[in-house]
């Protein structure tokens, strides 16, 4: 019997990700899964001072904007960084023309959660710089904090690469650096609308402790309950997660072993790719 080919991220269109399905099935109203995503995220933010973060990273930021809005206090540039040629054209037009007014639902949420947002979303918007490239173009070091939502595990199926996703992740702020992240949980291999199916690695909790406790410190992970107002994707739910980077810190001891959890073709929340390529 022959074995089924793992998917990596190479292996996927990343610049045909279809941002109109994809919107239309997860961004164009607010869902409940937003609201508790943009509660825990707002409380981070809100912790920081008005300008007191010189830069952060949105990490394959995709079409999704509120994870950019919710930034747009603390941050006085925000680096989304995107490899999809679709969601950099998409993240391009909103900062030209000004958001769809389908965000402002979940800038006003924002707004109410960190009342030092400014009063428009295209204001929250300003310090935004779309930036194409893939994790393979971040310099260590470079960011106060960091953010990912969705994307590491929505963009292969290959948990070492995962892993390698999250490494570059964590480095990408400098020592005492925040890190803020949102997982689909134990989503599958997956299908936005009638299109084909994009590469998934399937992660829980213990996943995420196995691959951040090594490279964190105050590593907290939390959970939303599966949203059943989305499509059907596979998933249990989400998984939120903040962390720092260590300020002294020794490399991880070996590699991660992957969870037992097996992929199966499906579909889930997630953005494109993002890493040598990659989601949102």
């Given at each position: 019997m022959g074995t089924t080919r793992v998917r990596r991220n190479r292996d996927a269109d990343w610049d045909a990700w279809p941002v109109t399905d994809y919107l239309a099935e997860n961004y164009r109203r607010l869902h409940p899964c937003d609201i508790g995503v943009i509660h825990h995220h707002a409380a981070v933010y809100r912790r920081c001072a008005p300008g007191g973060l010189a830069r952060t990273l949105e990490l394959g930021a995709g079409p999704n904007l509120y994870p950019l809005m919710l930034a747009g206090a603390a941050s006085r540039r925000i680096d989304a960084l995107e490899p999809s040629a679709a969601n950099l054209r998409y993240l391009r037009r909103q900062l030209d023309r000004g958001p769809d007014d389908s965000w402002e639902p979940f800038y006003a949420l924002c707004r109410s959660l960190d009342?030092?947002?400014?009063?428009s979303s295209a204001e929250a918007l300003r310090p935004v710089r779309v930036v194409p490239g893939t994790v393979d173009d971040l310099v260590p070091g470079t960011y106060d904090l960091a953010s990912m939502n969705f994307v590491a595990e929505s963009v292969t199926e290959d948990f070492g690469e995962f892993t390698l996703f999250c490494d570059a992740f964590?480095?990408?702020?400098?020592?005492?650096?925040?890190?803020?992240?949102?997982?689909?949980?134990r989503m599958p291999s997956y299908r936005i609308g009638a299109g084909p199916v994009w590469p998934a690695c399937p992660v829980d909790e213990p996943a995420l402790r196995a691959v951040f406790a090594p490279r964190t410190t105050g590593l907290?992970?939390?959970?939303?309950?599966k949203d059943l107002t989305l499509p059907e994707y596979g998933d249990t739910g989400i998984l939120l997660l903040t962390a720092e980077r260590p300020l002294t810190e020794e490399p991880p001891a070996g590699p991660v072993a992957a969870p037992t959890t097996t992929t199966a073709p499906g579909g889930s929340r997630v953005t494109t790719a993002v890493a040598p390529p990659r989601r949102t």
């Open positions: 009342p030092g947002l400014p009063e964590v480095r990408a702020v400098r020592p005492g650096g925040r890190l803020l992240a949102a997982f689909m949980e907290r992970i939390s959970r939303v309950a």
